[in-house]
């Protein structure tokens, strides 16, 4: 019973009489719940995605879908349409096919990112203590005891895991890795992913990460003394250049003549940026080329994983774009009111991201989860 050609689904949830005179009540539409007036999939659609991508608060969606669809409708009612939805992929069992999905797939990226939650019982930003996981990249400022969403991806973008983590301490990030997954993981230099790897195929650091590292170093000086660093970023991106090349040629792996002159080339201007800068003075700790020449040296292995094994890519940068949304949406609403709507809010975010990206709509995938019908994330092809 939809107004517009059905666009807008009226439910009463009112009783119908029979020819027995029996009193029976209509099933719902998608989208609507019996014992009230409720609207159909294309308001709840609204409604989501104005909230979840839009990062429209709920009060100014309403009155935006007042203004497009002629229906007035409560801020707190935009409110529920995503709790709704998340319920609904909750009990259809979203998050097990997800993590199920991952855990098979070779390589996996991630990321996390700060975010401002105002529950008073949510863990908040402290000090910094001693014996916290470093962040060599040093992207973010927060002490990683403050909440946090952790952003796993497949290297192609077709599956998006999306978590709200209490804080980024190595215990909670470890938590958010499917517990099944054994394959290659790429991060971004953040050690709270090490204690992993005896689980792991192994951990690819990303090649971007460490570029703007070394470029902050080259431009330290004195005069050249810091080209060093300007060497890696090429050894690195020759590195992937061949890498490239390789896999055009239907190869899995570089030549062993090949990458042995790469690392060894590797090896020379890392050792002659440790030499260079052990006894520099600096404001602050060691000098920044010793201790990305230190990091360098011991993290050799993760750097060149993606040369000897294909399914790894070499940057993060599809888990860092999967952390723009979390970021865009705190920059424009400011906050989430507590550890639970963060996590509606990523759920929402994960099925939408997913599901899109796999030919569907929004209100194709929306409809369905309101039918309790949500697109589930394929299971990898066994090998």
């Not at 009112?14 to 007036?37: I, K, Q």
């Not at 979840?52 to 007042?66: D, L």
Request: proline share 5%; glycine share 12%.
């Amino acid at each position: 019973m939809g107004r517009g050609g059905g666009a807008i689904d009226g439910y009463s949830g009112r009783p119908e009489a029979t020819a027995l005179t029996v009193t029976s009540f209509a099933d719902p539409p998608p989208g609507a719940h019996a014992g009230s007036v409720s609207y159909g999939a294309v308001l709840n659609a609204a409604a989501v995605v104005l909230t979840a991508y839009g990062n429209v608060p709920p009060e100014r969606a309403a009155q935006v879908m007042a203004m497009l669809l002629g229906v007035p409708v409560s801020a707190g009612w935009v409110d529920k349409a995503s709790g709704r939805l998340a319920a609904q992929l909750g009990q259809a069992g979203f998050d097990e096919a997800m993590l199920a999905a991952l855990a098979g797939q070779d390589a996996l990226a991630a990321d996390e990112t700060p975010v401002n939650v105002l529950d008073k019982n949510a863990a908040q930003p402290a000090a910094r203590e001693e014996g916290d996981e470093q962040d060599p990249d040093g992207k973010e400022k927060t002490a990683p005891g403050a909440p946090h969403v952790l952003i796993v991806r497949t290297p192609d973008g077709r599956l998006t895991w999306l978590q709200a983590l209490a804080s980024r301490r190595k215990g909670d990030v470890a938590a958010g890795i499917p517990a099944a997954f054994t394959g290659l993981l790429m991060t971004d230099g953040y050690t709270g992913y090490q204690h992993l790897l005896s689980r792991l195929a192994g951990i690819q650091q990303c090649c971007q990460h460490i570029i703007r590292r070394c470029r902050a170093v080259t431009k330290l000086g004195p005069g050249g003394l810091q080209s060093w660093a300007g060497d890696v970023i090429a050894i690195l991106r020759e590195a992937h250049q061949a890498v490239g090349d390789a896999r055009a040629r239907g190869s899995t792996a570089l030549g062993a003549d090949l990458l042995g002159k790469l690392r060894e080339r590797y090896d020379t201007a890392v050792s002659s940026g440790i030499i260079h800068n052990r006894l520099r003075d600096w404001h602050e700790g060691n000098h920044p080329g010793y201790a990305l020449g230190c990091w360098l040296r011991d993290y050799k292995e993760q750097v060149f994983l993606f040369t000897r094994d294909f399914a790894a890519d070499w940057t993060t940068n599809v888990a860092e774009r999967g952390a723009k949304a979390a970021k865009r949406h705190q920059a424009v609403s400011g906050y989430w009111h507590t550890l639970a709507t963060l996590a509606r809010w990523c759920r929402i975010r994960s099925y939408l991201d997913s599901a899109t990206a796999h030919g569907l709509t929004a209100l194709d995938a929306i409809r369905g989860a309101l039918a309790s019908k949500p697109w589930l994330p394929p299971l990898p092809a066994a090998g």
